[in-house]
């Protein structure tokens, strides 16, 4: 069974073409124009054991907002379509990842129901050339579009690099570890039958 999925997202702002293969081996490929937010992209990647590859073209003479966002999009979308009826996954996973002083924690499900419990708290500015709110909006936008409950929490830190690449990392590895199919799940990991 192959767990993976294609996205292309074209809009007036931006346009995007999103892969991602859920059981890889944490390869990133491509380019947002945003050279931060890449390299965020390919800390989740890596952590998570994921195969992404993100080619965008986006208004980023107008703003990094669009781009980000409909990169979130994507990415909830393409993780909803590759993880399929969800049948055999973990379906729950949390990580506690360390970055020098700071130190972040996710915890996430795969419910079928969206929902963002935001508590990181970002210096306002930006990082190299992404706007640090946008780290929210992309988060934000997956969620809603993978039907994930997600929780970020920052348990110490102020930079923010550090809390920014901790989140990722831990996201990568909270997502890998509910997305892995456990032998023992024979159907859906829900009394309800269904995850949606």
């Keep these: 069974m192959s767990r993976e999925a294609l996205i292309e997202r074209q809009t007036t702002e931006t346009n995007i073409r999103l892969k991602v293969a859920l059981d890889g081996s944490g390869t990133w490929q491509g380019s947002s124009g945003i050279p931060f937010f890449d390299h965020l992209l390919a800390q989740m990647a890596r952590h998570g054991l994921l195969d992404l590859k993100v080619w965008a073209e986006g208004d980023l003479e107008v703003d990094n907002h669009h781009t980000v966002e409909d990169i979130g999009i994507c990415l909830g979308q393409a993780v909803k379509k590759a993880l399929g009826d969800k049948k055999g996954i973990s379906r729950y996973g949390s990580a506690l990842v360390p970055m020098d ?22 210096p306002p500015g930006r990082i190299g050339s992404l706007e640090t709110e946008l780290v929210e909006e992309f988060l934000r936008a997956m969620v809603n579009n993978s039907g994930l409950t997600l929780h970020v929490r920052q348990l110490a830190g102020h930079n923010a690099h550090h809390l920014a690449e901790a989140l990722f990392k831990a996201l990568g590895r909270a997502i890998r570890q509910a997305v892995t199919l456990d032998p023992r799940e024979q159907g859906i990991p829900s009394t309800k039958g269904i995850l949606s």
């Excluded at 002083?101 to 970002?122: N, Q």
Aim: glycine share 10%.
């Design 101 to 122: 002083e700071a130190l972040v924690l996710v915890a996430l499900d795969f419910s079928g129901r969206p929902y963002l419990a935001w508590g990181l708290e970002l």
